[in-house]
């Protein structure tokens, strides 16, 4: 089945220790998405990728960073992880950018947890 | 820039009774409305979007919401809960005819009782 797969689904860091999480996709969708979702609360987008073009939101932190090697792949990485960042990390893709109506297909996460 | 604001952090509903979660949005042009839902420990999963065509949108497992301008409002139905319903419900807006990007809402728990 076509889908969205993230790795690991649980990732323990040290305070300060870069980590990488990864997302890839199936579907051939040519933008991904990362959100942060802090307990409880509603995921944020963080950044996406049109094909090879990067657009950072305005509020996320310069600590976050995203790689995007080709189209099934996309790395998000964490310089210098805080405890605040502590968080479920969601990849989503969707087909198109441009129409609002093109659904957002999510992966299962990946949980961090930051000593 | 459009928000929506999903009313109740927490519903619980008895199994066999109507799920009703609110969602409205803030908007001067109708835009692209989205209902996810996320069981523990899992991504997000579409269960109906509002793209300009019927008001009435059906969803997967027996969901439904419609769209009334009037009330600026997105409210999601069930006619009758199941156990399996039990998850946090995310109404999110897109704005039409840009990116589709998603802002969410802070979600709504629903717990289903027997």
């Known amino acids: 089945d076509a889908m969205v797969i993230q790795n690991p689904r649980y990732q323990v860091t040290q305070f300060g220790k870069p980590v990488t999480l990864s997302c890839s996709q199936t579907l051939n969708h040519n933008v991904m998405y990362w959100y942060q979702q802090k307990s409880s609360q509603a995921p944020k987008l963080l950044f996406h990728?049109?094909?090879?073009?990067?657009?950072n939101e305005a509020d996320t932190p310069d600590n976050f960073q995203s790689r995007r090697p080709n189209t099934s792949f996309c790395f998000l990485d964490i310089r210098s992880p805080g405890l605040g960042d502590a968080a479920m990390y969601l990849c989503?893709?969707?087909?198109?950018?441009?129409?609002?109506?093109?659904?957002?297909?999510f992966g299962p996460g990946t949980r961090l947890t930051v000593l | 820039a459009q928000s929506v604001t999903q009313l109740g952090s927490h519903v619980s509903v008895s199994e066999g009774a109507l799920v009703l979660l609110r969602c409205n949005y803030s908007s001067s042009v109708p835009p692209y409305l989205f209902w996810y839902v996320q069981y523990p420990n899992q991504g997000l999963q579409l269960l109906l979007k509002y793209t300009s065509a019927a008001t009435l949108v059906k969803g997967i497992n027996g969901f439904e919401a419609e769209f009334k301008k009037s009330e600026t409002s997105f409210h999601l139905t069930k006619p009758s809960a199941h156990m399996s319903d039990a998850a946090e419900y995310f109404c999110?807006?897109?704005?039409?005819?840009?990116?589709?990007?998603?802002?969410f809402g802070t979600g709504t728990r629903l717990q289903v009782t027997l």
């Open positions: 989503a893709t969707s087909r198109a950018l441009g129409k609002g109506t093109d659904t957002q297909y």
């Open positions: 990728y049109y094909d090879k073009d990067f657009n």
């Open positions: 999110a807006v897109s704005p039409t005819g840009t990116a589709s990007k998603l802002t």
